[in-house]
């Protein structure tokens, strides 16, 4: 069965930095595009960022020019770099891997943004 494991997350201060990771198994990691997503309290799941196979990237405008999304196949996993963390952040950051029509999901990873 196809695993993906979200580990990094944790409470921060506004500003600083935190790197998510996401290990996946039981799949052909580099033919997925891997993405990042959160849902805060009361909100619905959003997009956060998104690599393609081929290492394209696309992020959501909140988080453009602080966030960088990056891969290692060799390692089968993703990163998500944040930086210059706002309390907005906050969230449950849940890592996915998608090929046409076959989603996985992680099991999520609090992020959490206070002083």
């Known amino acids: 069965q196809v695993q993906l494991v979200e580990s990094g997350g944790g409470l921060v201060q506004p500003g600083g930095p935190l790197r998510l990771s996401c290990a996946a198994s039981r799949i052909t990691f580099s033919l997925y595009a891997m993405g990042w997503y959160r849902q805060a309290p009361g909100k619905q799941r959003e997009l956060v960022a998104v690599?393609?196979?081929?290492?394209?990237?696309n992020y959501a405008d909140s988080v453009k020019g602080r966030f960088t999304i990056s891969r290692d196949n060799a390692k089968k996993t993703v990163y998500l770099q944040m930086n210059s963390l706002k309390p907005e952040d906050t969230a449950v950051y849940y890592c996915n891997a998608q090929i046409g029509r076959e989603v996985y999901w992680g099991q999520g990873t609090q992020v959490t943004v206070s002083s």
């Open positions: 690599i393609t196979s081929g290492g394209s990237t």
